[in-house]
C-alpha cells in the first residue's frame, strides 16, 4: 500500500480564513506560514481520507503524537521532493535545530524521526538527513471554504507520488 502523499497545489491560508492557491515553490522558503494541500491514498484513514483537503502551518511547533507532512529530498537530481502525511511518533532530537539537516560527516550516531500510519498499521524512521522540511498538520479544510488562487515564487507543478 503507498504511503500518502499530497499533491503540489498548495494553497496559502491568510488569516482572514479563505485559501489562495498555488503549487508548490522550488525552495520551501517560498511557501506560505498556512497552506492547504490534498491526500492522496488512505494509509491514515479513516482518520484522514484519501483526498481530503488538509491545511498545514510550516511555523506552528509540531510533537509526538501531531499529524505532520515530511518533505524529503529527491533521490534523484532534478526530481522534486516527495511529501508524506504521518503521524509524528518520534521528534527530530535536540541537536537537529533546522531543516535541511546535514549528518556529521565523521559520526556514526543518526538523527532520525519516527513517524506512523494507521492503514495497514506501520512504523518507521526517516533520517533527518533525508528531511527537507516538517510542517505541522492543523486539521481539515472546511467544507464550506472558498479557494482563490494566486502565484507564489518559483512555483513547482507537481510533487512526485
Known amino acids: 500500500m503507498p504511503n500518502a502523499t499530497v499533491r503540489a ?3 496559502a491560508m491568510p488569516k482572514a480564513g479563505r485559501l489562495v492557491g498555488a503549487p508548490l515553490p522550488d525552495d520551501l522558503a517560498y511557501m506560505p506560514d498556512q497552506y492547504a494541500m490534498p491526500v492522496i491514498g488512505d494509509c ?3 482518520e484522514v481520507r484519501d483526498g481530503a483537503l488538509l491545511i ?3 511555523t506552528a511547533a509540531y510533537n509526538p503524537g501531531d499529524l505532520v507532512v515530511v518533505f524529503l529530498r529527491s533521490a534523484t ?3 522534486q521532493p516527495r ?4 503521524r509524528l ?4 532530537p535536540s541537536w537537529v535545530k533546522a531543516f535541511p539537516f546535514e549528518d556529521h560527516p565523521e559520526s556514526d550516531v543518526l ?3 519516527g513517524v506512523e500510519q494507521i492503514n495497514p498499521q506501520r512504523r518507521f524512521t526517516i533520517r533527518c538527513a533525508a528531511v527537507l522540511a516538517i510542517h505541522k498538520c492543523l486539521g481539515e479544510v472546511p467544507a464550506n471554504a472558498s479557494l482563490d488562487f494566486a502565484p507564489i515564487p518559483s512555483a513547482r507543478k507537481e510533487i512526485a507520488q
Open 44 to 46: 491514515l484513514a479513516p
Open 83 to 86: 511529501a508524506l502525511v504521518k
Open 56 to 58: 498545514f502551518d510550516k
Open 9 to 11: 497545489n498548495a494553497q
Open 111 to 113: 538523527a532520525l524521526i
Open 77 to 79: 537530481p532534478g526530481e
Open 89 to 92: 511518533i518520534m521528534a527530530p
